[in-house]
């Protein structure tokens, strides 16, 4: 399958900084995904990027298929974007491979 | 239009009994997909369907797990005779129909509790 790796692990953010987050993949990927776990365990829709760019009010997304990476931008970050950003990707429509994860933590 | 739509939220089951656990997609879905999170873990890939039909179970485990989707209801994932290993969220996604890019949308999961 394809390994998928996320970076950092873990980051701590006052409230207003600005974050890039990271997701390689190990092959050729037609699908890419990135998700928001809140703390209640829901997973949110954030972005399908299999390539170019994308922004959603402070959420902005990039994804270099050639280069096999993809990063999330948090802009202005808020108490509320505390949680798990989940990276997800497939070279077919039967199964996408997911990241460990960035926890996130912003502090007010 | 509602949501990927899961059932029970929570379910909590003593070793060797059953857990029944079911998914009905979004309206114009009829691709679903489970998945399972283990606490402090990613999301595993367990088996993919179609209307009536395993697209792909390679997720699965091979012995107590099995998944359906009916033509009429929602998809069902079963476990049979738990173990305390099965505690864990099932999360279901469903896909669009039309032009399928393989865009997932998700529940909001059921977590399991096997004592």
């Known amino acids: 399958g394809i390994q998928v790796e996320q970076s950092p692990p873990d980051l701590i953010l006052q409230e207003g900084a600005n974050s890039t987050l990271r997701c390689n993949f190990s092959?050729?990927?037609?699908?890419l995904q990135w998700f928001h776990q809140n703390p209640w365990g829901q997973l949110i829709n954030l972005f399908y990027i299999p390539s170019g760019t994308k922004q959603n009010g402070r959420l902005s997304a990039t994804t270099v298929a050639t280069e096999r990476y993809s990063l999330l931008y948090i802009s202005s970050s808020q108490t509320t974007d505390s949680g798990v950003y989940f990276c997800a990707v497939s070279y077919n429509f039967n199964k996408f491979y997911f990241g460990s994860g960035t926890k996130l933590n912003v502090k007010p | 239009n509602a949501g990927v739509m899961q059932n029970p939220r929570h379910l909590v089951r003593r070793r060797g009994q059953e857990a029944r656990l079911r998914c009905s997609p979004m309206k114009g879905h009829s691709h679903v997909y489970w998945y399972r999170q283990l606490p402090e873990e990613g999301l595993k890939f367990m088996v993919y369907?179609?209307?009536?039909?395993?697209?792909?179970e390679s997720g699965m485990p091979k012995e107590r797990f099995s998944a359906e989707f009916p033509k009429e209801g929602p998809s069902i994932l079963r476990i049979q005779q738990v173990v305390r290993g099965d505690s864990a969220a099932y999360f279901c996604?469903?896909?669009?129909?039309?032009?399928?890019?393989?865009?997932?949308?998700f529940g909001e999961g059921s977590r399991l509790t096997v004592l």
């Open positions: 369907l179609q209307k009536e039909n395993i697209i792909d």
């Open positions: 996604a469903s896909s669009p129909d039309r032009g399928n890019t393989g865009e997932l949308f």
């Open positions: 092959d050729s990927v037609n699908n």
